[in-house]
């Protein structure tokens, strides 16, 4: 495109994400097509910027491989149209934006004392694999230097999936399919009971927020910081279920 950036396509059929086209996929590779390594980085970065439901993702990976801007190609469209600009406005726009570490697409939420709270709308997914299927939301509380209390105002929306909420603070890593290293993997895999909670390391979490229910997050800090809140389906939920959730997030 310019000095700045690379642009290339990535199919989602190599990358396994397509289910009805595995079997071509795996067709293919018997035919001699080399399959796509999806525990490089690169690949993962890729992977983790994937949005429920998205056709099309158009994705600004840093030189780190750090997914630093995701957008959904049609939302990106209809985005622009209603602020007014012309597509290439909009895009150029996009990548601006993903150059400033505004991480635009990637849910984070900057709160100061002149805006303490926003809201935001997404979707989540009950995995079909424990602690995989995550929608993030970066909290950015970096503003307040004498503290306050995060506060996180949730509804479920009336699909057939219940949520689970975890706060975490900005710096921890998100749970894996695997164990961390001193828990059992029967702990880790059944998701609930006092071991897995220590296990787990969450400022605070909603086990379990209903269709068309509400839930209440708060966590006190002494000091502005980092957070991410991690949203899945309930482990008591129906695998590969979906839903939608709405946060009003805030600080007191």
């Known amino acids: 495109m310019n000095e700045y950036f690379i642009n290339t396509w ?27 390594d999806t525990t490089h980085p690169l690949a993962q970065a890729i992977i983790s910027g994937w949005h429920l439901h998205s056709p099309v993702d158009c994705l600004v990976i840093s030189p780190e491989l750090k997914l630093v801007g995701r957008q959904d190609a049609n939302r990106l469209y209809q985005d622009n149209v209603d602020r007014g600009l012309s597509q290439t406005e909009g895009y150029r726009l996009f990548l601006s934006e993903a150059l400033e570490g505004k991480s635009p697409g990637l849910g984070k939420i900057v709160l100061t004392p002149v805006c303490p709270s926003m809201e935001v709308m997404d979707t989540f997914q009950t995995p079909m694999v424990p602690h995989q ?25 009336r699909g057939k999936a219940a949520g689970t909420f975890y706060l975490f603070d900005g ?15 029967s702990v880790w895999e059944c998701q609930h009971g006092a071991a897995y909670v220590e296990a787990l390391g ?18 006190p800090f002494d000091q502005g910081n980092l957070f991410r809140l991690c949203v ?21």
Do not use: C, H
Not at 145 to 152: F, I, N, P
Not at 202 to 219: D, F, L, Q
Not at 232 to 251: C, D, E, H, P
């Open 232 to 252: 899945t389906g309930s482990v008591y939920g129906v695998r590969g279920s979906l839903n939608a959730f709405s946060l009003k997030i805030s600080v007191f």
């Open 202 to 219: 969450a400022r605070a979490t909603e086990w379990y927020v209903g269709p068309e229910k509400t839930g209440k997050i708060t966590s």
């Open 10 to 36: 990535v199919s989602n059929v190599a990358f396994g994400r397509t289910p009805n086209k595995r079997a071509y996929l795996a067709q293919r590779i018997q035919n001699g097509f080399k399959g796509v």
């Open 171 to 185: 710096d921890k890593d998100l749970p894996t399919e695997k164990a961390p290293e001193g828990v059992a993997p």
């Open 133 to 157: 299927d995550y929608t993030v939301v970066e909290i950015d509380t970096t503003a307040f230097e004498d503290g306050g209390t995060l506060t996180l105002d949730i509804e479920v929306g």
